[in-house]
T-cell receptor, first 111, second 114 residues
Framework: QKEVEQNSGPLSVPEGAIASLNCTYSDRGSQSFFWYRQYSGKSPELIMFIYSNGDKEDGRFTAQLNKASQYVSLLIRDSQPSDSATYLCAAFSGGYNKLIFGAGTRLAVHP | NAGVTQTPKFQVLKTGQSMTLQCAQDMNHNSMYWYRQDPGMGLRLIYYSASEGTTDKGEVPNGYNVSRLNKREFSLRLESAAPSQTSVYFC?????????????FGEGSWLTVV
């Protein structure tokens, strides 16, 4: 079992809809969690991070964390075609000081 | 405004050849990482260095060696390249704080082993 699991997709949503991306992790010692966006041929870029249970909002993005269920999600409101990319979830294990990534979910926003 | 710089960007190797990927960061970060990315596999951690003078294995260390030369530089060496090491390699760095830690990536190195 991978330490961080994501549905590979593709997740297809119409423009203007809410895209919901999910991630589970196995290491209960993980302390903070990150969502990265990666366009084809480019390096990952950070969207947001979260380390407290609950929701964290930043513009059109909301990250949700439930440590009891070991579950992290990312909501993208008012999805745009420019949001079409692969979204990578990552868990930071402070005890080991390393960031482990899931395989990524490919999101396709169609006009 | 360099951030994380890695070289070379593209490289073709023959099976059995050796090479070193270089990485440098100018953000005074403590931690540095090497990842590889293959289609459908996401980013997999090869080696990391939590601080200058230390290195640790990640998820897929076999066939690689690393050197944390100083706080700025972290190199990845392939001693005898194999076709299975064809991949995109990303170097990254972070402050190493346990909360709100942000990792910054280089632009990637495309390696093909024939």
């Amino acid at each position: 079992q991978k330490e961080v699991e994501q549905n590979s997709g593709p997740l297809s949503v119409p423009e203007g809809a809410i895209a919901s991306l999910n991630c589970t992790y196995s290491d209960r010692g993980s302390q903070s969690f990150f969502w990265y966006r990666q366009y084809s041929g480019k390096s990952p870029e950070l969207i947001m991070f979260i380390y407290s249970n609950g929701d964290k909002e930043d513009g059109r993005f909301t990250a949700q964390l439930n440590k009891a269920s070991q579950y992290v999600s990312l909501l993208i409101r008012d999805s745009q075609p420019s949001d079409s990319a692969t979204y990578l979830c990552a868990a930071f294990s402070g005890g080991y000081n390393k960031l482990i990534f899931g395989a990524g979910t490919r999101l396709a926003v169609h006009p | 405004n360099a951030g994380v710089t890695q070289t070379p960007k593209f490289q073709v190797l023959k099976t059995g050849q050796s090479m070193t990927l270089q990485c440098a960061q100018d953000m005074n970060h403590n931690s540095m990482y090497w990842y590889r990315q293959d289609p459908g596999m996401g980013l997999r951690l090869i080696y990391y260095s939590a601080s200058e003078g230390t290195t640790d294995k990640g998820e897929v260390p076999n066939g690689y060696n690393v050197s944390r030369l100083n706080k700025r530089e972290f190199s990845l060496r392939l001693e005898s390249a194999a076709p299975s090491q064809t991949s995109v390699y990303f170097c990254a760095s972070s402050s190493g704080d346990t909360s709100g830690n942000t990792i910054y990536f280089g632009e990637g190195s495309w390696l093909t082993v024939v």
